[in-house]
């Protein structure tokens, strides 16, 4: 089930906040958990049922890892530390390899059939939608339990916490101690007008983002990348697919916010202006910001952070990155796209201990062109068509001819849509200063009728491929 489909927005979203509330009213509280578990599972259900029980089984497994870990700590019988050790690494080995079966598996069978001659039949296993995403949800989970951060008794509660909705396909990736101690407060399943407001708002500017901007970008980039052979034709195509992933991940991020806050809950930041970066590692603390944060906790740190020496810092960013890229797809693109800003991070590091930094306009610059390049790998089909583009990128395919009538309404779209990326406040900002007035009411309400004209070309959220 999508977010931008009639059947979300009309059917599905409607009755769950019914019940959810309806529930409160008579403080039904566990009732309350329970239906909107339940409705998660739904919504999960609605693109493939089987992967219910995928999903449903990762749950119990990394429940019980998390409940045998946090016993372990606080028993008067404590276990040796090798032992809570070693299920902390099963724990976290056990969601890998669910992860590695189902996204990498095919990947390895290529490289190893091409290196070595082999035949072997490939897998051919769809990927379960938001495996990526709850995955490291719950690896985040086990590795807390193990360090103490973490507590919980309730397999319904842990339930909720890992399906909940409207983070459950393409995040933001997080934390147990972020979300569950807002479920158990009584006020989170009361009427808030205040919320709903706020909600609704996210919500339309979300959709608008993504059926409006994202999807009228994606014909102009998807052309692009499968035809474009000269300097302009390539720089719109590149140009467009920047701004169609911005669109397309703010909108869902937006969106995500918006109906997370109509039940009373808060889910963290995870999108914050990245194109307004100066630096690669300023774009890194803006462009999924939980992610981010997932990789400096969870690898980079643990590697040794920045604790050891420049050496020993520079591969810690290089193996984190190339992770990074990994977790995004199974293909050399993502590998040369995670490797690429690994680079980046080490020269910015480099920079930064011996030379002053740059000025903000020409740090912005560099940095914009480098994230314009990238991309290309990271939405490239295989290394040709990314070696191809690179290529009429740099004009050693010639020019190509300025101004026909095609490259006009990508030009134009372009030049309305850039100003407002760079200049215009997000909407985690707006949220922030939102007043609930007439004219919000108004402005929100215009933007989810246009975006009713467009839903007739529904399609996924492009983080849904991850």
């Not at 407060?185 to 979300?206: D, E, P, V």
Request: proline share 4%; aromatic share 16%.
């Amino acid at each position: 089930m999508l977010f931008n489909s009639y059947t979300f927005l009309y059917g599905f979203l409607p009755i769950v906040l019914a019940g959810y509330f309806l529930l409160g009213r008579f403080r039904l509280i566990f009732a309350a958990r329970v239906w909107l578990t339940a409705a998660s599972l739904v919504f999960y259900g609605w693109w493939d049922v089987r992967y219910v029980l995928l999903i449903s089984g990762s749950i119990v497994f990394n429940y019980a890892a998390g409940l045998l870990l946090q016993r372990s700590a606080v028993s008067d019988t404590t276990p040796r530390p090798y032992y809570r050790k070693g299920l902390m690494i099963a724990g976290v080995a056990g969601n890998l390899l669910l992860l590695g079966w189902y996204k990498y598996a095919d990947f390895l069978l290529e490289n190893v059939n091409a290196l070595t001659g082999s035949a072997v039949p490939l897998l051919s296993l769809a990927l379960p939608l938001g495996i990526s995403f709850y995955t490291f949800t719950q690896i985040a989970y086990v590795v807390d339990s193990y360090y103490g951060r973490v507590r919980e008794s309730s397999l319904i509660n842990y339930t909720l916490f890992v399906t909940f909705f409207p983070q459950l396909v393409a995040g933001p990736i997080l934390h147990h101690k972020e979300m569950m101690p807002q479920f158990r407060q009584l006020r989170s399943y009361k009427w808030n007008w205040g919320h709903i407001a706020g909600g609704c708002y996210m919500l339309c500017i979300g959709l608008f983002k993504k059926v409006v901007i994202a999807d009228t970008l994606a014909g102009y980039a998807n052309d692009g990348f499968a035809n474009a052979v000269h300097a302009v034709d390539s720089w719109i195509a590149v140009l467009t697919y920047t701004l169609q992933l911005y669109f397309d991940f703010s909108g869902y991020t937006d969106m995500a916010i918006g109906i997370a806050l109509l039940f009373n809950i808060r889910l963290p930041q995870n999108f914050n202006s990245p194109y307004k970066a100066v630096s690669i590692q300023d774009f890194w603390r803006r462009w999924h910001m939980t992610l981010s944060r997932f990789l400096r906790d969870y690898i980079y740190i643990p590697l040794g952070g920045n604790r050891k020496g420049s050496i020993i810092t520079m591969r810690n960013l290089m193996i984190t990155f190339l992770l990074g890229g990994i977790w995004h797809g199974a293909g050399w693109t993502f590998i040369i796209w995670g490797l690429l800003h690994g680079i980046a991070l080490v020269v910015h590091r480099l920079w930064s201990m011996k030379v002053r930094p740059l000025p903000a306009l020409c740090g912005w610059l560099l940095t914009f062109l480098f994230i314009n390049l990238t991309w290309v790998f990271f939405r490239a089909e295989d290394l040709s068509e990314a070696f191809r583009l690179l290529k009429g990128l740099t004009g050693l395919n010639g020019i190509g001819n300025i101004g026909l009538i095609q490259d006009l309404p990508p030009i134009l779209l372009l030049a309305i849509l850039m100003p407002i990326v760079l200049l215009a406040p997000n909407s985690a900002e707006r949220l922030e200063s939102l007043r609930p007035s007439w004219r919000a009411g108004a402005a929100a309400a215009i933007l989810f009728t246009i975006a009713m004209l467009f839903l007739n070309r529904i399609t996924p959220f492009l983080y849904f491929n991850f």
